[in-house]
């Protein structure tokens, strides 16, 4: 199975959330492998999409008010629990996104932890910035909570999270998920998930 998808995250996100769950459905129907990779949404935010922010602040904003709609309607055709938003929200989740790029060079892993604090913040409604919360949720997934916690506040760690997310706004990425298709092909969002299957099934490897 070769590599031909890069999902650049952040867990606070709750599109990202439904993405990172319908993604292995289209990588299973075109037989190609993905690579996960974490950044911060809101340096991604600070940096190119500021307006964001702006949308959150206004008292009467039409579209974002029927986005909540639209999660929901996602959330239930993915069968995915999406009790959002939460007193957590937004949340700062640099201390989520440190456990996330400590366990990047164990795919396997990270999917596993990232597939657990998923539904610990939009299911259960847990504090995505607290490190007691991302160990129980690592513990429970038969990882070493506890020595993802030291690895996460390494300079190597906080380094390469900085790096993914230069990376993924040098490269034109706006927000979470932003995800490539052999390495040039940019798609953002659970909505153009059926785009990333066309691209790959009409790209050759």
Sequence with gaps: METRVEFFFDLSSPWTCLAFHNLPAVLDRTGAGAIYRPILVG???????????AAREQADNRKLDHSWKILKDWARLAGVPMNFPSQWHPAKSIAAMRFCTALEDDQPALVRFARAA?????????????PAVLIAVADAEGL??????????????????????????ARGGYGSPTIFVDRDDMYFGNDQLPLVEAALRRTPP
């Design 43 to 53: 340096g991604v935010f600070n940096a190119v999409n500021p307006a964001v922010y």
């Design 118 to 130: 998923f539904a610990s913040y939009f299911d259960r409604q847990e504090n995505l910035d607290d």
């Design 144 to 169: 070493d909570g506890g020595a993802i916690a030291e690895a996460a506040v390494s300079d190597a760690v906080k380094a390469r999270l900085r790096a993914n997310t230069d990376e993924v706004i």
